[in-house]
């Protein structure tokens, strides 16, 4: 990977990283809205019980998505353009894949497999 790939990849990353942040900002100002107020019957209540577990859920998503986006950058710093190796086969990953899902850790080929040996298992 050149350096022009490797800035390209840095600077979706980390625009990735703040829409991320902004959205979770926004998840929590809303759901201190939703919830500051009393309930006044049961119905909402479990709508916002509902509500509560569902972001909750998008956090972790969203917490998942920040930790592989951190890594990928960190990764890109240190090793100045040589971001894009497999873990699995150490091959490189194709450009293309990085620039579709640039914290991607493993090629297609090895990201398969992996898939197909967890479904496989019992």
């Known amino acids: 990977m050149n350096a022009d790939?490797?800035?390209?990849?840095?600077a979706r990353l980390e625009e990735d990283r703040r829409q991320?942040?902004?959205g979770v900002n926004k998840l929590l100002e809303h759901s201190?809205?939703?919830f500051e107020n009393d309930v006044p019957d049961i119905n909402d209540?479990?709508?916002r019980t509902y509500n509560r577990q569902v972001l909750l859920s998008l956090g972790e998503v969203d917490r998942q998505q920040l930790k592989q986006i951190d890594e990928a950058l960190k990764l890109i710093e240190q090793n100045n353009g040589e971001y894009g190796i497999c873990v699995d086969c150490e091959e490189k990953i194709p450009f293309a894949r990085l620039k579709a899902a640039p914290y991607v850790r493993r090629c297609i080929k090895c990201k398969e497999s992996?898939?197909?040996s967890s479904r496989t298992e019992p």
């Open 5 to 10: 790939q490797a800035a390209t990849l840095k």
């Open 20 to 22: 991320i942040l902004s």
């Open 32 to 34: 201190n809205d939703e």
């Open 45 to 47: 209540e479990a709508s």
């Open 114 to 116: 992996l898939e197909e």
